[in-house]
């Protein structure tokens, strides 16, 4: 059997400019960066914090490597839970505020980790409708019934929580959306959820490290506890710019992911060096705040910038602001246009997001300075005068 169907497939993604390339990057994470062999200002990494190319991030890495070695070796259950993990898992509980953090090789494996641990067949979720795709794919592999509500409408999800009958009920939902950059509205959803008896999940990937107190996520810029949200996921591989990630919560609540979450109990553990890295991230986090105190003042020259051009910025008070295009093609020519000009920007398409909801990405960081931001909105300004004029409002 060939693959000729296959290939008709992708050719028909190319013509709908919904074909994904993958470029090589040939230099570490930052605001300057080599790609395919050519140098860009970019504005597209989840480096939220500048931490990738942290000098003491990377020192903590090779001492964790010397001391440790590379591998994990084994799952945590069997022979690779190591001293580094469990360091890391102990100063993630107190900075969060929990009794106990259990470490997950990916944000990925976290979020079906703790869904397909915690729910059955004779279990509901309902999951907002602009979740990441590994909530909703961890949603649809439990086995519960699957229910989505309106993004970010409360009275939606009370309509649908008033009519299971599931034994277990699971609100799911993300912190900052990763394509709107938007938060969710915690206070309301955890009241929605606890008149029901259910619990909620919050995936805080693109809000730990960023907002809340210290860089303490969505759930502590809320004044929330772990009775409001009792299951808290957060990344290590944006803000803190490592890898991995982390379930938090109380104590009944890790040991049973330690017995239930597949994705836990049949991986090898993460390297202990990237524990040690992460571990030096953290103590970085919780030093200088001038780093979020900057992204910040970015942030509001960015979207101050952008209102004076005409631009359709998103609602966000997040390092994350896109830019609203409409189509895709638009979206394309757009990035192609900033890329002629040194300034890399990922076009993000279907089925990533809606269809004729295209747009930019743009991703600031604490590393990014004024005049780079600045020169980001010089040369938005170039390529819409130039006649694309699809990104106005």
Same mark, same amino acid.
């Not at 169907?5 to 919904?18: F, G």
């Not at 649908?160 to 959306?177: H, I, Q, Y």
């Not at 009241?191 to 693109?206: E, K, N, P, S």
């Not at 000009?341 to 590393?367: D, E, Q």
């Given at each position: ?94 900075? *969060? ?101 259910? $619990? ?55 040991? *049973? ?9 049949? *991986? ?21 705040? $001038? ?103």
């Amino acid at each position: 059997m060939s693959f000729d169907q296959l290939q008709a497939a992708l050719d028909q993604r190319e013509r709908d400019a919904l074909y994904r390339r993958r470029r090589v990057l040939d230099s570490p994470q930052g605001p300057e960066v080599q790609v395919d062999g050519k140098r860009y200002l970019a504005f597209c990494s989840n480096d939220y914090l500048g931490l990738a190319n942290h000098p003491e991030v990377i020192r903590a890495l090779r001492e964790g490597a010397e001391r440790y070695g590379v591998g994990g070796g084994a799952s945590h259950l069997v022979n690779g839970h190591g001293r580094a993990h469990h360091e890391l898992e102990e100063a993630l509980a107190e900075f *969060t505020g929990r009794e106990r953090v259990l470490l997950f090789s990916t944000g990925y494996m976290a979020n079906l980790g703790a869904i397909n641990g915690l729910l059955g067949k004779a279990d509901a979720i309902f999951q907002d409708r602009l979740n990441h795709a590994s909530l909703l794919d961890a949603g649809l592999l439990s086995g519960a019934r699957f229910q989505r509500y309106l993004h970010n409408d409360v009275a939606s999800l009370e309509q649908r929580l008033a009519r299971t009958e599931g034994r277990r009920k699971l609100v799911v939902t993300d912190g900052v959306f990763s394509m709107d950059g938007d938060l969710a509205p915690l206070p309301a959803l955890s009241a929605a959820t606890r008149a029901q008896g259910g $619990w909620l999940m919050v995936d805080d990937a693109h809000g730990f490290g960023c907002i809340g107190r210290g860089g303490r996520g969505i759930v502590d810029h809320f004044n929330l506890g772990t009775d409001e949200v009792p299951v808290l996921v957060g990344t290590l591989g944006k803000a803190f710019g490592t890898s991995g990630a982390f379930v938090a919560g109380s104590s009944a609540l890790i040991e *049973t992911l330690i017995q239930f979450a597949r994705t836990y109990i049949y *991986t090898t553990s993460m390297p202990p060096a990237v524990a040690c890295a992460s571990l030096a991230s953290l103590r970085l986090l919780e030093r200088d705040d $001038w780093r979020r105190e900057h992204l910040n003042a970015l942030i509001g020259r960015f979207r101050a910038g952008c209102q004076q051009l005409g631009l359709a910025l998103m609602d966000s008070p997040t390092p994350i602001q896109p830019i609203l295009i409409g189509e895709a093609d638009a979206a394309m020519a757009i990035s192609a246009g900033l890329e002629a000009r040194g300034i890399f920007v990922g076009a993000i398409r279907p089925p990533t997001v809606p269809a004729g909801s295209a747009r930019l990405r743009v991703t600031l960081s604490a590393s990014h300075s004024e005049a780079q931001v600045d020169e980001l909105l010089d040369a938005l300004g170039q390529v819409i005068g130039s006649g694309l004029h699809g990104a106005h409002a």
